[in-house]
């Protein structure tokens, strides 16, 4: 088995004429954990659901612990575990109730059931809720229960859709040690699928960034930001200024590119950001377009989605529908 | 095979673990049947003084009538609990576990049965306490119970086929409105058939409900026409099996829909 997840060229359309996924293609390896950033609606779940054998892509393949999820979906079953956005515990039943009758439909045996399920118990910190309905739990209690229940069978390959979406931060925080502790397992792979960019950014060894039902730019975190040279600068008026004073401005500045202007916002790189700042507030200044607030990072993921989705994280992830095109000045695409 | 079986074992518990949570839930619907049992038996109870309606009490001709709408009533709106299940993830969890499709339509069946045959069993015994009789015996009220409990299966069954394929909770209050008075006044739940009209006769004659209710009559008479139990639970046990196998069929459609 080369691969434990292995996606090619995934396509699903959805009945009025949306096209959830367009080509999408994407491996994991064993001991990996891939992470699948992208805004909400960009397909980030219907690969989920295909890869999962609850949806039947319209056209490519994909194999699942070294099984065709069309051709022999009740083997994928079996090795997978999945952590779906919705919790999917039966509210009613306590922790415990929900953690065994999970392992007998995987056919383990009573006591194999029910010792796995006071080991998970133990190890999410659920053992004195064990007896308790779900209803009562806290998010952050529901959202263990559910990972919990995902690993019930010792699956191979896990599936964990937006683990953290709703969560609050301490709980957010405890949801981030766990998943890193799966990670030290090595025989099993992980597919997370995230819209926090510091999630995709902290635990996925690997990353791919999904826009638009494709993925646009895989690699590790480190080496798609590195990919980016040098620092952001980020600018921000009052109000938008006019594009083409502020293309001629920042056209003469060496060392400045990869200039994108987004209304009231501007995005630009610069070899070192700390000194290239006032020289670019200096040449704004002249121009008629005082910039209000100006800042230098270092590259954050937002800026390789900006880079390879054409528009900033938090705007798409708003508006999945609308499609933008941002003003590219004098960038190097 | 034994995938299956213990597939449906295992769903079948969860639901009836969930059912004996909220035990009120089942006395509760007990209601509606209650008020019906005793305004009809009550507002009725002269009917049988009509040449030709052939019953002694009209309240020994209505039991089987009310054990029958209830089942109706009850199962109709068992989709309910399916649109929970699919809007609270539970469906798509067990959908990616190795547990068979049909086991987990099997579960809904055999808790709808069970919950079914609890409620006649209660409404027999209460019109008995009210003064009906049964002369059939035991296996009279066993061929009743039967038949309510196939009549509730098929409209659970469809029931939970419309919750699958159009996931919309008035459709399934609309099933229940616009089927249970049709079914059970075009039917012989309250009216000897010799005194119906002949055009509410000919379409009681295909009523599902009325199948069940001359099975139940027939089985539950002194002298007991087990040919017409056969031929009447024979045709109510044919559709049973075919609207199980419509929610299974929309079990797999709505995986394909997602």
């Keep these: ?333 | 095979m034994s995938g299956l079986l213990t597939g449906t074992w295992w769903m079948t518990q969860r639901r009836l673990s969930a059912l004996a949570r909220t035990p009120a839930v089942l006395v509760m619907t007990l209601v509606q049947p209650m008020i019906w049992l005793f305004l009809f038996g009550e507002l009725f109870k002269r009917v049988v003084e009509l040449p030709g309606f052939g019953a002694p009490s009209y309240l020994d001709y209505l039991v089987p009538g009310v054990v029958v709408m209830n089942a109706v009533s009850l199962n109709s709106f068992a989709g309910m609990a399916t649109m929970d299940e699919i809007e609270r993830g539970t469906m798509n969890r067990f959908l990616v576990t190795p547990v068979r499709r049909s086991a987990i339509t099997n579960a809904g069946v055999v808790e709808q049965a069970l919950s079914t045959a609890f409620q006649s069993l209660v409404i027999i015994a209460l019109g008995w306490a009210a003064g009906a009789r049964y002369p059939g015996g035991a296996g009279g009220l066993a061929v009743l119970v039967a038949a309510s409990v196939l009549v509730g299966v098929v409209l659970a069954a469809l029931s939970n086929t419309l919750a699958l394929l159009l996931r919309d909770r008035n459709t399934i209050i609309g099933l229940n409105v616009m089927l249970l008075l049709p079914l059970t006044f075009l039917s012989s739940a309250f009216m000897a058939k010799g005194l119906m009209p002949a055009w509410i006769r000919h379409v009681a004659a295909f009523n599902p409900v009325s199948w069940a209710l001359d099975a139940g009559r027939a089985a539950m008479a002194g002298d007991p026409d087990w040919g017409s139990v056969a031929l009447h639970g024979g045709w109510l046990l044919a559709l049973t099996v075919l609207t199980i196998a419509l929610a299974v069929s929309s079990l797999r459609s709505y995986q394909r829909s997602q």
């Design chain 1, 1 to 333: 088995m080369a691969h434990a997840i292995e996606a090619d060229r995934l396509v699903k359309h959805y009945p009025g004429d949306v096209r959830a996924l367009d080509g999408l293609s994407v491996t994991v390896g064993r001991g990996e954990i891939l992470g699948l950033l992208g805004p909400n609606g960009a397909g980030k779940s219907t690969t989920v659901k295909i890869l999962t054998t609850l949806v039947r892509p319209d056209a490519g393949t994909a194999s699942v612990a070294g099984h065709d999820v069309l051709r022999r979906p009740g083997r994928v079953r079996r090795a997978i575990g999945v952590v779906a956005q919705q919790s999917g515990a039966d509210p009613g039943a306590g922790g415990r109730a929900n953690l065994v009758l999970q392992a007998r439909l995987h056919g383990m045996g009573g006591a194999d059931a029910r010792r796995r399920a006071d080991e998970l118990l133990d190890r999410f910190g659920l053992r004195d809720a064990a007896a308790r309905p779900v209803k009562t739990y806290s998010g952050g209690m529901r959202r263990r229960l559910d990972v919990a229940l995902g690993l019930v069978h010792r699956p191979q390959v896990l599936f964990l859709d937006e683990p953290t979406t709703g969560l609050d931060p301490e709980a957010r925080a405890s949801m981030w040690a766990e998943i890193a502790r799966l990670a030290g397992d090595d025989a099993l792979a992980i597919l997370l699928t995230t819209h926090y960019l510091d999630e995709a950014d902290r635990l996925a060894g690997r990353l791919a960034i999904v826009d638009r039902g494709r993925v646009v730019a895989e690699g590790t975190p480190d080496a798609l930001k590195g990919e980016l040279r040098g620092d952001a600068v980020h600018l921000e008026w009052g109000e938008a200024p006019d594009e083409a004073r502020v293309r001629a401005a920042l056209g003469r500045l060496p060392g400045v590119r990869d200039v994108v202007l987004d209304g009231p916002r501007l995005s630009a790189r610069a070899d070192d950001g700390a000194s290239a700042v006032p020289a670019v507030l200096a040449a704004l200044d002249q121009a008629g377009a005082p910039v209000a607030a100006a800042t230098v990072a270092r590259p954050s993921l937002d800026d390789v989605y900006l880079r390879y989705a054409g528009r900033r994280f938090a705007q798409a992830d708003a508006a999945p529908d609308a499609a933008p095109e941002p003003a590219a000045i004098g960038g190097a695409r």
